[in-house]
């Protein structure tokens, strides 16, 4: 069952970004502005999805929601602390 809370990104790095996906252990959408979703697990929706995101090399806003609350804690930390890893 998907957590019904979304977290929302500001201002983040795309490579540290796909690195957090990476290590989630459920799945995580990007939902966009026009309610679609899309599984960022998936490399082809990272692409599509992010792209579209992407300004000047950072990703100005994005809205995820993700199906296990400890991946919702990962993304909410790296949004807070702009790393994969909060000691940095």
Avoid: W
């Amino acid at each position: 069952m998907m957590s019904p809370k979304m977290v929302e990104l500001h201002d983040i790095d795309v490579p540290e970004f796909l690195k957090v996906l990476d290590s989630c252990e459920g799945e995580v959408y990007l939902m966009t502005r026009d309610g679609n979703r899309l599984n960022l697990k998936s490399k082809l929706c990272q692409l599509v999805g992010l792209t579209a995101l992407i300004e000047g090399g950072k990703i100005a806003e994005a809205f995820v929601m993700c199906e296990k609350e400890s991946d919702e804690s990962k993304l909410f930390r790296f949004n807070l602390y702009k790393s994969g890893n909060p000691e940095e």
